[in-house]
C-alpha cells in the first residue's frame, strides 16, 4: 500500500440497506477526513478524527458515523442508506498536530456511491 | 456565513497565462490552500500561503491578501495535462476547512 486507498471504487445501494466505505493509510498520519463532493458544491466535511480514538462531527454528518480504532483505518458507516447519500466519498489524512486544517491533506482516490 | 467564491469555469490556451481567482469571506483566517482535481481523480496539494504576497514554485504561484481576502493561483506556460478544476479552500478561526466549489479550468490547443 502505497498513500491512501478506498473500497469499494463504487457501489450502487438500495435505500435502508447499511454500508461501509472502508479507507486505509500507510503513511502513520493523526488526523484523518470523510468528505463527500457533489456537483456545483465543495468538498463538504462529514466526520474527522485528529488522532486513534477520537473523532468528531464535521459539517454534514447527519446519517454517517465513523470510528478511529487505530492509525490506519478510518471506515464510514451510513446506517441506513437514503438517495441524497449519493455522492462521491473521499478520505484524506494528514500529518497533523493541530487538529486540522493547516497541513496538506492526501486524498484517497473516493468511492463513487449510489443509492436507489 | 462563512463563502468561497471562483469563476465556475475558464478557458485559456495553451502555452498562455492563466489567473483563477478566489474571495473568501470567513470567522477569521489560518490559511489558505489550493488543490488541483483531475476529473474522476482525487485532490492533490498545490500551495498553502498563510502571509501576504506571492509563493511561486515552477509554473505555478499563488498570491494572497489578507486584507482583501482574495487569492489567486497563477498557471504559467499552460499544458493540456492543466486542465482539471482547480480548489480554493481557508482555514478559519476554528480550524476547519471551508471549500470553495472549485473552478474547471479548460486547455484548448
Known amino acids: 500500500i502505497a498513500g491512501i486507498t478506498q473500497a469499494p471504487t463504487s457501489q450502487i445501494l438500495a435505500a435502508g440497506r447499511r454500508m461501509t466505505l472502508r479507507c486505509t493509510q500507510d503513511?502513520?498520519?493523526?488526523?484523518m477526513y470523510w468528505y463527500r463532493q457533489d456537483l456545483g458544491l465543495g468538498l463538504r466535511l462529514i466526520h474527522y478524527?485528529?488522532?486513534?480514538?477520537?473523532?468528531g462531527k464535521g459539517e454534514v454528518p447527519d446519517g454517517y458515523s465513523v470510528s478511529r480504532a487505530n492509525t490506519d483505518d478510518f471506515p464510514l458507516t451510513l446506517a441506513s442508506a437514503v438517495p441524497s447519500q449519493t455522492s462521491v466519498y473521499f478520505c484524506?489524512?494528514?500529518?497533523?498536530?493541530?487538529?486540522?486544517?493547516?497541513?496538506?491533506?492526501?486524498f484517497g482516490p473516493g468511492t463513487r456511491l449510489t443509492v436507489l | 456565513g462563512q463563502n468561497i467564491d471562483q469563476p465556475t469555469e475558464m478557458t485559456a490556451t495553451e502555452g498562455a497565462i492563466v489567473q483563477i481567482n478566489c474571495t473568501y469571506q470567513?470567522?477569521?483566517?489560518?490559511?489558505l490552500f489550493w488543490y488541483q482535481q483531475h476529473a474522476g481523480e482525487a485532490p492533490t496539494f498545490l500551495s498553502y500561503?498563510?502571509l501576504d504576497g506571492l509563493e511561486e514554485k515552477g509554473r505555478f504561484s499563488s498570491f494572497l491578501s489578507r486584507s482583501k481576502g482574495y487569492s489567486y493561483l497563477l498557471l504559467k506556460e499552460l499544458q493540456m495535462k492543466d486542465s482539471a478544476s482547480y480548489l480554493c479552500?481557508?482555514?478559519?478561526?476554528?480550524?476547519?476547512?471551508?471549500w470553495g466549489a472549485g473552478t474547471k479550468l479548460i486547455i484548448k490547443p
Open positions: 484524506a489524512s494528514s500529518d497533523s498536530t493541530s487538529g486540522g486544517a493547516i497541513d496538506e491533506q492526501f
Open positions: 503513511m502513520r498520519h493523526n488526523a
Open positions: 478524527s485528529n488522532t486513534a480514538g477520537t473523532t
Open positions: 470567513t470567522s477569521g483566517f489560518n490559511g
Open positions: 500561503n498563510v
Open positions: 479552500a481557508v482555514t478559519d478561526s476554528n480550524y476547519q476547512l471551508i
